[in-house]
């Protein structure tokens, strides 16, 4: 059984368009993420979601719009997608907010031509 | 302000050679501390978490860290690394709300 699961795996796209990706867990945790992960490997905390609520929102692109219909899911809506937009983007879930663990997704690589 | 530095960002090692990755932190208060890994292609996994107690904590495929309170820091230690140990390795330290992860350290290690 898959922890956290992302769809699409890749994503190949072009400028302008609108696009999202979708994360589910099923390990009943409370909170969830997304990060990117740009070519250098740096990983950048974008979004965090506790029980639904918007709980970080760091300095992200107002193209970038997350959506957590229920604890279980996190989708990131993307406008207008830029070239720097490419990065592969993770889906994480920890049982709570705070120092807990947690548990990534296989992520989603975005191209964006 | 919060921050996680990993001073080593490519290393190459030789297999068998011992491998000692530092991790410094700047965070106020109480701190969870953790060592992620992620092998290519895949995503990240956690390979050891410091949350109180004994500062030398011990984590899978043999891997150690231990965390010294008065330096900041949480070092991952491996006393003889293996060619599959090739990956990349994210220090992370979390507090009440904040998650940081490190820049990543790139490790080659030479079959």
């Known amino acids: 059984d898959t922890a956290v699961s992302q769809t699409p795996k890749y994503l190949v796209t072009q400028m302008g368009n609108d696009k999202s990706i979708k994360c589910e867990q099923n390990?009943?945790?409370?909170?969830m993420y997304w990060y990117k992960q740009d070519s250098k490997k740096f990983l950048k905390i974008m979004f965090s979601y506790n029980n639904k609520e918007l709980i970080i929102n760091e300095t992200v692109p107002n193209r970038f719009s997350p959506k957590s219909p229920d604890k279980a899911h996190l989708n990131l809506h993307i406008n207008s997608l830029e070239l720097g937009d490419s990065a592969v983007y993770f889906c994480?879930?920890?049982?709570?907010?705070?120092?807990?663990?947690?548990?990534f997704g296989p992520g989603t690589r975005l191209t964006v031509t | 302000a919060q921050s996680v530095s990993q001073h080593n960002h490519h290393v190459i090692l030789s297999e068998a050679a011992s491998l000692e990755l530092g991790c410094n932190y700047s965070?106020?208060?109480?701190?969870?501390l953790f060592w992620y890994v992620q092998y290519p292609g895949q995503h990240l996994q956690l390979l050891l978490k410091?949350?109180?107690?004994?500062?030398l904590v011990k984590g899978i495929k043999g891997f150690e860290a231990e965390f010294i309170k008065s330096k900041f820091s949480f070092n991952l230690r491996k006393p003889s690394v293996q060619w599959s140990d090739t990956a990349e390795y994210f220090c992370?330290?979390?507090?009440?709300?904040?998650?940081?992860f490190g820049t990543g350290t790139r490790l080659k290690v030479l079959a």
């Open positions: 992370a330290v979390a507090g009440t709300y904040k998650y940081i």
């Open positions: 410091y949350f109180s107690g004994d500062p």
């Open positions: 965070y106020g208060g109480t701190v969870n």
């Open positions: 994480a879930s920890s049982q709570r907010t705070g120092g807990n663990e947690q548990y």
């Open positions: 390990l009943g945790h409370d909170t």
